[in-house]
């Protein structure tokens, strides 16, 4: 009796280290599964990681190359307009070339044509009126006269005068600049001196503001001329002055410096 409870005994203590060891076991295996799970949702997530990563790189590639493409059109875009401009610009320096050669061309002809027509007494005419203008200024009347001096009739004279090459404003200030190297004049006098040469009397006016002097100087010239051939009062002095168109101012700062 008492060895079978023993061996009772012995039978109960070996089934509960059983399914100890059983229970052991399942909490091993659920722990092994959970860990599993785990690193299975770990790689899940590394993966899905990943493919995000790509697709992000992806997407930024494509935005790249989409703006080099943007680019590169427009640059190409650049180049084809800056390529039209500068052949248009070509384009448009050729044309005004060969205008200006027409241009020229057509001038010639008329030029030789024009001489081709000249009578004698014309060509004649017309190298005697350039060669006053080495040693002289003239107007265009001035210049007709001159010529009617030296025996040309007024059809040739006009002829000659009209068919140089001439600035008959510069022709103003050049004549009235030789007009100071021998005589004194004031403003007024000297543009009326130039009208009396045949100047109209806008050249006359645009010469005598384009030449450089100084009017009381020139009032004390004019006063100094005047005491060398007469003799004045010192009123009678500044009259003459204010006649020749000086201003009061100047007349008497003139007198004042000759002494009167």
């Known amino acids: 009796m008492k060895k079978l409870i023993g061996i009772s005994l012995f039978a109960l203590l070996l ?44 997407e930024n590639n494509d935005v790249e190359e989409n703006n080099a493409n943007n680019n590169e059109e427009e640059e190409l875009a650049n180049n084809e307009n800056n390529t039209n401009e500068e052949e248009a610009s070509e384009s448009d320096n050729n044309n005004s070339e060969e205008n200006t050669t027409e241009e020229e061309v057509v001038e010639e002809i008329e030029e030789e044509t024009a001489e081709e ?64 190297d021998y005589s004194a004049f004031s403003r007024s006098g000297l543009v009326d001196q130039l009208e009396f040469e045949g100047f ?38 500044i009259e003459q002055l204010e006649f020749e168109g000086f201003s009061t101012e100047d007349a008497t700062y003139a007198v004042d410096q000759v002494g009167l």
Do not use: H, P
Not at 138 to 164: H, M, P, R, Y
């Open 200 to 237: 109209d009397n806008e050249d006359a006016t645009f010469a005598v503001e384009n030449i450089e002097v100084d009017w009381r100087e020139q009032a004390v010239i004019m006063a100094e001329q005047y005491l060398d051939y007469s003799a004045f009062s010192r009123s009678g002095l």
């Open 15 to 58: 089934s509960a280290c059983s399914e100890d060891d059983v229970a052991t076991s399942t909490n091993e295996n659920t722990n092994s599964l959970n860990n599993e799970s785990n690193v299975s949702e770990m790689n899940e997530n590394n993966v899905n990681n990943e493919l995000n990563e790509n697709n992000e790189n992806s």
């Open 117 to 180: 027509s000249l009578t004698v007494s014309q060509e004649n005419a017309i190298r005697k009126a350039k060669d006053y203008f080495n040693y002289s200024a003239f107007s265009k009347s001035g210049l007709i006269d001159q010529l009617e001096f030296e025996g040309f009739d007024t059809e040739d004279a006009t002829f000659a005068v009209e068919n140089i090459e001439v600035d008959w404003r510069e022709q103003a200030v050049l004549s009235a600049e030789q007009y100071l």
